[in-house]
């Protein structure tokens, strides 16, 4: 089971933008981590989740099938 992270989802997504806009201008992401006050690893798991999210969108979950309804 994952660990309950110390972030909050808007706290992370906020990090994450902040990175975002800071690696379009060049800088490392070891220094990023280094200012924002983040663990590196951390970060880059983030960075690496919400590029995932941006290219497959999570789907909605299924409904659950009727067993009753089915015709056998």
Same mark, same amino acid.
Request: glycine share 4%.
């Given at each position: !089971? +994952?660990? &309950?992270? $110390? =972030? %909050? *989802?808007?706290?992370?997504? @906020?990090?994450?933008? @902040? @990175? #975002? %806009? #800071?690696? #379009?201008?060049?800088?490392?992401?070891?220094?990023?981590? /280094?200012?924002?006050? &983040?663990?590196?690893?951390?970060? $880059?798991?983030?960075?690496r989740? %919400?590029?995932?999210? !941006?290219? =497959?969108? +999570?789907?909605? *979950?299924? !409904? *659950? $099938?009727? $067993?009753?309804?089915?015709? /056998?």
């Amino acid at each position: !089971m +994952p660990r &309950v992270s $110390r =972030y %909050s *989802p808007a706290e992370k997504a @906020a990090i994450v933008a @902040a @990175a #975002r %806009s #800071r690696i #379009r201008l060049g800088e490392s992401c070891k220094e990023i981590a /280094h200012q924002l006050g &983040v663990n590196q690893p951390s970060l $880059r798991g983030w960075l690496r989740e %919400s590029t995932l999210d !941006m290219l =497959y969108p +999570p789907l909605p *979950p299924c !409904m *659950p $099938r009727n $067993r009753s309804a089915c015709p /056998h």
